[in-house]
């Protein structure tokens, strides 16, 4: 009897020193979650030493990427414009619906393959993932609340009590840990298995059109939408003329460099076929309409990109073939993951256990 009662004592010590057990008695071990990189891609630029992925975390941050409370009114959550079935972007819309109905200065971008960025939105005016929340929970024109008030709506709630000290260890809900609590459920959202990957893993083989597709987009296209995030991640003027009303200088506004005019970071072109309209600001309803741009209505400035300012010879059938490639990027999977999806709004669809290997 005394034997097991000292091995009890002894137990307990041990799960206290190891950080497990707090003032209240409460068992703190989060169950963790390896994220996988996909075979054959880079290794992600993302610290996760910093923010370690936990089932309860990423449960935590899927709960306030659907929370409308993170805006003013109550009724616009990071889902609101990040929409599954479009690649979590802004699906059909120009521009992003923001607060009282007003509109956002641009299309809100696919959000996937995070891990693999070093900087943020189209001018890249954030440089961490965990700070991306603050500009469209703090802009008026978008979720136009802020972040003291956020915190005490949370902290109202019991339920984020449990589930922020299910995911860290104590109660305390903090902007920090909401950041990383939302990080942990973006990236997830990895997109690796279009048609294009099971290619490349062997798993299928390319039909004639987009094979040839494939060869044009190599000769034209590869220099910026290098695979294989088909993003190189960076800033250029694609001679996109101003928009008037807009007024929107692209990566100038946040340098300050006139040689920034009218940069905008370049997107990447997984699930290009459903994430329409496209451009920073959603003027292209349709790839005919960008590659026309391409090749035809450039407008060529002193910041035109160097590797466009002869625009981009297209004939017909190449831009026939590349729209064939291009369908190819489309990963239905990842567009259909329970795992991912607005509570109550989960795709009967069966999607694989493991979207990474």
Avoid at 228 to 235: A, H, I, K, L, N
Avoid at 326 to 351: Q, V
Wanted: aromatic content about 12%.
């Amino acid at each position: 009897m005394r034997f097991t009662k000292a091995i009890w004592i002894l137990f307990i010590i041990l799960i206290t020193a190891a950080g497990w057990v707090t003032a209240d008695n409460f068992i703190f071990k989060p169950k963790p979650v390896k994220f996988i990189v996909p075979k054959g891609w880079p290794q992600p630029l993302y610290d996760f030493s910093k923010n370690p992925l936990t089932e309860e975390g990423i449960a935590l941050g899927k709960k306030l990427f659907y929370d409308g409370r993170l805006s003013k009114d109550g009724t616009i959550s990071c889902g609101s414009c990040h929409q599954q079935f479009g690649a979590f972007n802004t699906f059909d819309h120009p521009l992003s619906h923001g607060f009282n109905n007003s509109l956002t200065v641009r299309n809100a971008p696919g959000l996937f393959n995070l891990a693999w960025q070093k900087d943020f939105m189209w001018d890249g005016g954030i440089n961490h993932l965990d700070l991306q929340p603050l500009a469209p929970i703090t802009n008026e024109s978008e979720m136009a609340e802020n972040i003291e008030t956020v915190i005490s709506k949370l902290r109202t709630d019991k339920e984020y009590k449990i589930m922020f000290k299910a995911a860290f260890g104590d109660e305390m809900i903090n902007y920090l840990r909401m950041g990383k609590a939302l990080s942990q459920f973006m990236l997830q959202l990895v997109s690796s298995n279009s048609k294009y990957d099971k290619v490349m893993r062997g798993e299928a083989s390319f039909i004639l059109p987009e094979q040839l597709g494939y060869d044009i987009f190599k000769k034209k296209c590869i220099s910026c939408h290098t695979e294989p995030m088909f993003t190189d991640y960076s800033y250029r003027n694609t001679g996109l003329p101003v928009d008037p009303f807009l007024k929107d200088m692209g990566r100038m506004k946040i340098t300050g460099n006139p040689a920034d005019s009218l940069k905008f970071k370049v997107p990447s072109l997984r699930n290009v076929a459903v994430s329409f309209p496209y451009g920073h600001d959603g003027r292209f309803f349709s790839m005919m309409s960008v590659m026309e741009h391409y090749r035809k209505s450039m407008v060529i400035g002193p910041t035109t990109d160097s590797l466009m300012r002869n625009r981009l010879p297209l004939s017909n059938f190449e831009i026939g073939q590349l729209t064939a490639f291009l369908m190819t990027l489309t990963d239905s999977s990842f567009l259909k993951d329970k795992r991912f999806a607005e509570p109550g709004f989960e795709n009967n669809g069966k999607a694989p256990a493991d979207l990474h290997q």
